[in-house]
């Protein structure tokens, strides 16, 4: 393929452009009747191929009988697998197969084979393969339905690849390989850096919830500051005392006003928390429940007609899931709003609420930094004003994040619900010294936010410079070439040759066979 005549780029001396149409089978079949069903065959589903490394793991091994040959791709040892479905494919699935049972294999449907003809490095058509500029391209010439779009079968046939020499190609690889095993050293270098910050974090948090983060700030002034208990005795007294004003305003209002009391029982006083298990808590905290400090309910949202355009693009903030498990902590952006009518089928949450999801991503927790909506997929916290320090309570829920996915049941949509959290007891400190520990957490895990931004800046330039070796390699500069390679055109030539050979025999073999049916019945 000369390169001038369909606008590639130039190659290095003794390379050729081709096509994997050309040099490759894609997609083969296999004759199913000639093996028989109690063959061992390996079963390898999507998620077993990892992203950008090409490694397989986690399959498994089954009967032949046990394969339904319609709803699997089959493949054998040496086959390239191509991840073309969305967004697999853009994410770097790509692997050589290898250790079949038995040599055979059968995995998703989502991907494309390459089987290759003679003569040629897999390795080498797997880092080709692997090159975010060949991703790139391929997402731009995906077809189907939003959300699900394919690489087709027919650009892969006309993709034009690169062929230089075949000891050329076993030299890139090697030198790929060298250098891609020192990036892969020092990648898990920084991966065990962020494994430890994510434990550092955890550990800051467990001490500050245990009191240990403020152990000498209390000897210093545990005299001087209320008791948790006064505390929350004001909290619920202050609470009681507007719950009845707000009850004799209304009586007022239609002309009622009460003859006794007996009316100030209708009031439901919060339920405090099991504390018969928990451990001790220090000198001046007590367990609490969050309906015992402040508002909880879950948020409220409609949609109906459901998903209706006009409950949307007005000017209140809708907060949703996703949003919150981003935020870090605080909800500083938003991707969607609602309208007049849409928030009349809400509510409108004040800036300082906590948010807690409970559909989806499980316990996620982060406070809004405005007045916006939510679905009833999160519910909403709002603290008793200047008697609780709500950064310290999504701190703990923090802590508490993987004990609250355990009460979520084992459904396909995990969920949690408003009793779940309603129970669920907190540790409560004084006033100040909640103040204290978010000062003491903010300033430990700022260290750790400034450390792991390094650590995700290297990651990106590792990256960064994998795909430069990548570039370099397929563009004829990463290994000096060699006058004595025989030229990629003379491999072509006998690529093809073996190509049409093998496809001649296949068509003799289909006919045979057929004939040979024909005879026996």
């Known amino acids: 393929m000369n390169e001038t005549d369909i606008g590639l780029s130039e190659l290095p001396e003794g390379w050729v452009w081709t096509t994997l149409e050309d040099v490759s089978k894609l997609n083969p079949r296999i004759d199913k009747h000639s093996i028989d069903d109690n063959l061992e065959v390996t079963f390898l589903p999507m998620k077993c191929v990892e992203e950008l490394s090409g490694s397989i793991t986690l399959s498994e091994t089954k009967y032949f009988s046990e394969v339904n040959r319609k709803s699997y791709t089959p493949f054998q040892d040496g086959d390239i697998l191509f991840a073309k479905v969305t967004p697999c494919m853009e994410n770097g699935k790509i692997a050589i197969a290898h250790d079949l049972k038995n040599g055979i294999g059968f995995g998703s449907t989502e991907f494309h084979v390459i089987r290759l003809w003679e003569e040629q490095s897999r390795e080498f058509s797997f880092f080709y393969f692997l090159q975010q500029k060949f991703r790139q391209e391929a997402k731009r010439a995906m077809t189907g339905a939003v959300g699900l779009l394919r690489v087709p079968t027919h650009y892969m046939r006309k993709v034009p690849i690169p062929l230089p020499p075949l000891p050329e190609q076993h030299r890139i690889v090697a030198k790929i390989e060298e250098l891609f095993t020192k990036l892969d050293a020092g990648k898990e270098e920084l991966l065990q850096a962020k494994a430890r910050l994510k434990r550092y974090r955890q550990s800051v948090l467990k001490s500050a919830m245990e009191g240990k983060l403020t152990e000498d700030w209390r000897k210093k002034h545990g005299g001087e500051i209320e008791p948790a208990s006064v505390l929350l005795d004001r909290i619920l007294k202050e609470r009681r005392e507007k719950w009845e004003a707000e009850q004799l305003e209304q009586m007022k209002a239609k002309g009622k006003m009460p003859k006794d009391d007996k009316w100030k029982n209708k009031y439901k006083e919060p339920l405090g928390p099991d504390t018969s298990k928990l451990p001790e808590l220090p000198e001046g905290w007590m367990w609490v429940t969050l309906p015992q400090i402040g508002e909880l309910n879950r948020g409220k949202s ?151 931004a390094t650590v995700d800046a290297e990651l990106k330039r590792s990256d960064a ?28 030539e006998r690529i093809k040759k073996e190509k049409t050979k093998r496809e001649t025999e296949q068509k003799t073999n289909r006919k045979a066979k057929k004939q040979l049916a024909l005879f026996e019945h």
Do not use: M
Not at 465 to 482: C, E, H, M, T, Y
């Open 465 to 492: 410079l994998r795909q430069s070796i990548l570039k370099q390699a397929f563009s004829g500069k990463l290994v000096p070439q060699d006058s004595n390679d025989e030229p990629a055109e003379k491999l072509l």
């Open 302 to 452: 409609k949609h109906r007609p459901r998903n209706a355009a006009f409950l949307y693009g007005g000017q209140y903030p809708f907060v949703q899931t996703g949003d919150i498990k981003q935020a870090n902590g605080l909800i500083g952006h938003y991707n969607q709003t609602y309208s007049e009518e849409g928030l009349k089928q809400s509510r409108l949450w004040p800036s300082g609420t906590l948010c807690i999801t409970i559909a989806a991503n499980i316990a996620d927790t982060a406070i809004l930094g405005f007045d916006a909506c939510f679905p009833d997929s999160v519910v909403g916290f709002l603290p008793e004003k200047d008697h609780c320090n709500i950064r310290f309570v999504e701190f703990f829920l923090r802590t508490a994040k993987g004990d609250l996915e355990r009460y979520a049941p084992a459904t396909a949509q995990k969920n949690i619900n408003l009793g779940t959290l309603k129970g669920l007891a907190i540790p409560f400190p004084p006033l100040a010294e909640q103040n204290v520990i978010t000062e003491e957490i903010d300033r430990h895990l700022s260290v750790a936010d400034a450390v792991e």
